[in-house]
Each structure stands twice: as C-alpha cells, then as structure tokens.
C-alpha cells in the first residue's frame, strides 16, 4: 500500500515538471549577470529548464523504496549544475538560494496533491514524504557544495601553476642558452618559487648558460638579493653559468652592504649587452 502511494506521488511529480519549472521561473528576479536572473539571455532558461528537470527527477526519486535511483540522479545532478555554475561564475549562494525556492515550489505542490487525494493519505504518509523531499533536497545541497568546491579548487590550482609558470619562465634562445626575465615585485612566495623551479627548468632544457635579466623589477631589498645569490649559486653546482642583466646602482650598493659577492657572475647593465656576450 505505501509503496503504491508513493510510486503514484512520484509519477504525478515527474508527470508536473513543466509545470513545477515554471512555477519556480516565475520566482526569479533581475540580479546583474546571473543566470538566474529574471531577464537572463533565453539561452539560459533553457540551460535551468533543462537542469531542472532533473532537478525534479531526483527529489521525486527519493520517494522510492529503491533509492538505487536516486542515487544515481543525484551524482548526476550534482555535477551537471557544479559544472555549469563554475562555469558561468556563479557564486554558490545563489545557487542554494535557488534551490531553497524550489524547495518551497514542490512543497506547494505536495500540499495541493494531497488535498486532492482526500482522506486516502493519513498522516504517517505525509510524515513521511515531508521527510523524504526535505532530506532529498538537504543531501543535493550538500553533493553540489562538495562538487563545486572541488572543481573550483582544481581550476585555482591550475591557475596558481599558470602564475608560478608565467613567474620565471625560462625562454630558451638555442640549445643550450636561455633567459629568464623577472617583471615585477618579487616577495617570499614569488622567491621561494623560482628557487623551486628554475633549476629543474634548466635541467629538464639542458640549458648551460643563463641569463637573469632583472629590468623589470623595480625593488630589489634584501631578501631578493640574496635569494638571487641563492639561485646562482645553486646552478653553478649544476654546472649552469649565470649571468645578470639590468642591474641598478641601488642593486649594487644592497649587495655591497650584504657582502654578497657576484665577482664570478658576469653582470651588464643591459640584456642586450649580456645576450651579445653569451653569443660570442
């Protein structure tokens, strides 16, 4: 009997998703570039139409005794709408707000469907369904959370691999030469990672003369010089000779004051000038 009634609650809320989706699009309002805005480009209400519909198909699935179904729409769900609002640039509040009216859309269905069916559904029935949607539609909230937040940190990671490449990037200028040019402020991070990579860049390029052309950085303190150092004296001991470029007066007088000594490393004002040496 219970299984009955809730593979017929199930039918009726798959058989109303249009109506459900409309209902719920009806709620919308204007919020600058979202796709939830109430007048978002069609091609985008056709993308919540679409999602939504499945939407649906995963909060109806819960009322089955069998979730193996459910399940399976709800790891579908979760990722199809992660993607996409990652995507877009969604940001995740407007999402659970979203679903948070839609929730109170399928409620509101719920209510007139059971008074529709009279005195044949009791109140253990309504319990339980209650019950069945709000966990359903709790659980999708927390499967997209974790989705989302997984793929946007995979992309922030892609894109911290992207700056920390762009950082010091070796540019190779014939088998063995190369240069690396250094633009902008370098703090601890920014150091630590060119300590970390530009020896194992000019391995893995077999490079033997390098150019580090300073031109571009408009504050060289302290820390950057002797990291300099540090990453000069590393790839002598790999067998790379280093020259610098675009060194400043003020560069010379912080390395005088440090004691740090670049007599073996040959410096030139310009990289012009260092690159017409290493050629010869």
Not at 251 to 275: P, Y
């Amino acid at each position: 009997m219970t299984e009955n009634l809730n593979k017929k609650l199930y039918k009726a809320i798959v058989e109303n998703q249009t109506a459900l989706t409309d209902h719920w699009l009806t709620l919308r309002k204007k919020r600058a570039n979202s796709i939830y805005s109430a007048d978002a480009d069609k091609k985008y209400e056709k993308i919540l139409r679409e999602q939504n519909e499945l939407t649906t198909k995963t909060i109806a699935s819960s009322l089955l005794d069998n979730k193996e179904e459910y399940h399976q729409n709800l790891g579908q769900w979760a990722n199809t709408v992660a993607q996409s609002r990652a995507d877009l640039g969604t940001p995740i509040h407007e999402v659970l707000e979203a679903v948070h009216q839609f929730r109170f859309v399928i409620m509101k269905y719920l209510d007139r469907y059971i008074a529709e069916q009279g005195d044949s559904i009791s109140i253990q029935h309504l319990q339980k369904w209650n019950h069945s949607i709000h966990s359903a539609i709790d659980f999708m909230i927390q499967e997209f959370s974790k989705t989302y937040y997984r793929i946007t940190r995979e992309r922030m990671n892609v894109q911290h691999e992207l700056i920390a490449e762009l950082g010091a990037p070796i540019i190779p200028l014939g088998d063995t030469i190369a240069i690396l040019p250094l633009i902008g402020d370098i703090d601890t991070d920014r150091a630590k990672r060119i300590m970390d990579t530009v020896p194992a860049k000019c391995v893995e390029k077999q490079i033997d003369k390098l150019c580090i052309d300073l031109s571009g950085v408009p504050v060289v303190d302290t820390m950057v010089a002797q990291q300099i150092y540090s990453i000069i004296q590393v790839l002598s001991l790999l067998g790379i000779k280093t020259s610098l470029s675009g060194i400043k007066p003020e560069v010379a007088m912080t390395s005088v004051h440090l004691g740090i000594d670049f007599k073996g490393t040959n410096t030139f004002n310009t990289l012009q000038q260092a690159l017409e040496k290493m050629e010869r």
